[in-house]
């Protein structure tokens, strides 16, 4: 696990990588990478102790959620940094879609207050993709990680997904 947040870590997710490639229970899996919007700039100016009272706090709501949502079948890793991995077995991605969207809109209506009473509203850029029929999941995390990419160089702050290719229009 890692320490700060207490998420499973990066080394975790490998493991699973391998028990859900080799579980013939399981029909689908889908893999998202997640990444806190401007987080250097919350450290910059806030300072690091802050930093990491949103990385806990992001955490937290997100493990809730995807363990509540998916029982038994989600988990949320933390790659690095501020840097998240999600991976959902035995539902579709449009299910995952929509509670990240439902997640999304959490977080753009409630602002984290910090200790020190920094009041901070965060955002992520996160892409999903399905694992496709007998792909090495590793090639599926990096297709994840390079649809990532595509969402933080074209805005920020949505979430792309095999299906979802465009940025969806604010309110």
Known sequence: ?????????????????????????????????????????INDTYGHFVGNE???????????????????????????????????????????????????????NKSIVTKEGIKLTISFSCSLTDRLNDELLDTTLKRADKMLYSVKNNGRGWIITDQHRKRPPKD
Do not use: C, P
Request: no cysteine.
């Open 1 to 41: 696990r890692d320490d700060l947040t207490g998420l499973l870590n990066y080394r975790a997710l490998s493991q699973e990588i391998n028990r859900l490639a080799n579980n013939n229970e399981i029909h689908n899996i889908v893999i998202g990478a997640l990444d806190i919007d401007h987080f250097k700039k």
């Open 54 to 108: 949103v990385l806990n706090y992001f955490s937290t709501v997100f493990r809730e959620q995807i363990h509540s949502a998916f029982h038994k079948h989600g988990y949320v890793y933390r790659f690095g940094g501020e840097e998240f991995t999600i991976v959902v077995s035995n539902h579709s991605l449009e299910e995952v879609y929509q509670l990240l969207q439902s997640i999304e809109n959490f977080f753009n």
